[in-house]
């Protein structure tokens, strides 16, 4: 029963505007993970790093010639989901990569790259979405790089990020992406973390970057 001058829709209403508020998350490498190794810079037929130390990390497409293939002298086992060298570019096995390619084909690109002593070939996990959505009201504390810092081309971006909140209404229908001026948190949707989750994928961990209150 509805009460006198009440709504019958208002709580579905309600439900619906909570049920649209989409969540995002951090995806970073778990160095808690048993069998944690930290693999270096993807390399080329010449032995030498390929591109810049952010080639892989900038938030778009990326073009390389020849294979490429990451060090292993150990011969670690390598987890699922790892972050290379100094770039700390993701580096998937072929079971991660068919749910990126799945889920989310228009925002990424996946490179295939060797690790010595596998014989499956794994891949560089490459979001090629750069979008403006860190939400610094929300952040705990964010500091940008200023015109007298002497790096006028990050003039803007974000020199740290603590707490890193976005907004989700100006995501878009990106699953996959990085945020514009701190393009080093790699950013995926609930959907592509409850299917990484469902895969036991190894070496992954999710920070929320939005609110996951219902």
Not at 78 to 85: E, V, Y
Not at 115 to 121: A, D
Not at 176 to 184: A, D, Q, S
């Given at each position: 029963m509805v009460a006198q001058g009440g709504s019958a829709h208002a709580p579905l209403r309600k439900t619906t505007r909570r049920a649209l508020t989409a969540?995002?998350?951090?995806?970073?490498?778990?160095?808690?993970?048993?069998?944690?190794?930290?693999?270096?810079d993807p390399r080329g037929l010449d032995d030498e790093v390929v591109g810049g130390?952010?080639?892989f990390t900038a938030g778009h497409p990326v073009s390389v010639d020849g294979p490429m293939h990451i060090p292993n002298e150990a011969r670690r086992a390598?987890?699922?989901?790892?972050?290379?060298?100094a770039g700390l570019t993701p580096?998937?096995?072929p079971r991660v990569a068919?749910?990126?390619?799945?889920?989310?084909?228009?925002?990424?690109?996946?490179l295939p790259v060797n690790?010595?002593?596998?014989?499956?070939?794994y891949f560089l996990l490459v979001a090629t979405r750069l979008i403006r959505c860190v939400d610094e009201a929300a952040c705990l504390e964010v500091h940008r790089y200023g015109p007298g810092d002497g790096l006028p081309a990050r003039v803007g971006q974000y020199r740290s990020v603590q707490g890193l909140r976005i907004d989700p209404a100006k995501v878009g229908r990106a699953r996959?992406?990085?945020?514009?001026?701190?393009?080093?948190t790699l950013v995926v949707s609930e959907v592509v973390k409850e299917a990484l989750e469902k895969e036991r994928v190894t070496g992954a961990r999710f920070t929320p970057v939005t609110d996951t209150r219902h």
């Open positions: 969540t995002f998350y951090d995806l970073h490498d778990d160095f808690r993970a048993p069998g944690h190794w930290e693999p270096g130390v952010w080639m390598p987890l699922d989901f790892s972050l290379a060298g580096v998937v096995h068919a749910v990126f390619e799945r889920l989310a084909p228009d925002d990424v690109q996946l690790i010595e002593g596998q014989w499956e070939p996959v992406f990085r945020p514009w001026g701190w393009p080093v």
